[in-house]
């Protein structure tokens, strides 16, 4: 291949990548910052993450986004690990490793960042070490924190925490090793009790784990149908309307000869599933859910689409 083909050919795969969001009615968002993680409300107030580990807030649309916290104390053995889970307007947790590699923080504000307080977790690095960790709340006071390994001999350690403070401080749940196979994505706290997590697919391991008892039993929870025609699946959280619990999208990536992402909802809080619509495949970083049922696409660039 000529030097002028190498040029060309990521400026072709662009322009298929934009034209099948286009295709699918997805539109591109310009942000001033790449994103991670994105939470939309009413008003034009959002919270976002970004790639430089940045926590985002704004009143007046995404385009007005500003940093109201920086990230600067990772752990450089987790890779910059960071995740948020934003709950409302005005209140939003962010997770990570601290450099000392003895914390797992929590930091969190309950007044759109002008003011943070700060969980430390200590965990023992030889069992259960700095690899990633997922926050979800079902309510202002109730919540879930799982923390999980790096990989070892292909096995991930998970240990599940809850709060009932507000994240102020965390319980040891579960050692959930041994029954959530994979490698996990994220954790939704659905309503009374429900949780799911989903992961990636291994083999016959299953992508999307759920227990309607607080956590203390789990059933695989099957979406897309296992077929000869599969390889693995993959799953992203799935993600519920805060005005409609009873609405909510998962999206699945879907592996075989080449890959896709499947779109599919739920009118019935979780428990039947209907396919939507198919997106592109180079990769998706995390989606959201705004109060108008808009769905929004952040991809590994770091890219906002809206649907």
């Not at 996990?184 to 706290?189: E, H, L, N």
């Not at 309607?212 to 149908?225: L, M, Q």
């Not at 979780?270 to 959201?288: I, K, N």
């Amino acid at each position: 291949m000529t030097k002028k083909a190498l040029k060309i050919l990521p400026i072709l795969l662009l322009a298929l990548f934009l034209l099948f969001f286009k295709r699918a009615d997805f539109e591109r968002i310009d942000t001033p910052y790449p994103l991670k993680q994105l939470a939309l409300y009413s008003d034009g107030t959002a919270w976002g993450l970004s790639l430089e580990n940045e926590v985002l807030y704004t009143t007046q649309g995404l385009k007005a986004f500003e940093p109201v916290k920086t990230l600067d104390d990772l752990n450089p053995a987790s890779d910059g690990f960071a995740t948020a889970f934003f709950l409302d307007e005005q209140t939003a947790y962010i997770a990570y490793f601290s450099s000392n590699n003895e914390h797992l923080v929590i930091d969190a504000t309950h007044d759109s960042g002008i003011t943070w307080n700060q969980t430390l977790l200590t965990y023992d690095n030889k069992t259960c070490d700095a690899g990633s960790a997922f926050l979800c709340f079902e309510d202002n006071t109730h919540g879930y924190l799982l923390h999980c390994s790096t990989p070892a001999m292909g096995q991930m350690k998970k240990m599940l925490y809850s709060t009932n403070d507000a994240g102020n401080s965390y319980t040891f749940l579960n050692d959930l090793t041994d029954t959530i196979a994979g490698y996990p994505q994220g954790i939704t706290a659905v309503k009374d009790g429900t949780i799911q997590i989903a992961v990636t697919y291994h083999g016959i391991d299953n992508y999307l784990y759920q227990s309607s008892d607080n956590a203390k039993t789990w059933k695989p929870v099957e979406i897309f149908p296992r077929t000869e025609h599969v390889g693995y699946v993959d799953a992203l959280a799935p993600i519920y309307s805060q005005k409609n619990p009873q609405d909510g999208m998962i999206l699945l990536k879907v592996v075989h000869e080449t890959a896709v992402y499947k779109l599919f909802v739920t009118k019935d809080g979780g428990e039947s599933w209907h396919f939507d619509s198919e997106l592109p495949c180079d990769g998706v970083r995390s989606s959201c859910l705004g109060e108008d049922q808009t769905v929004y696409i952040v991809d590994m660039k770091g890219t906002v689409y809206q649907k």
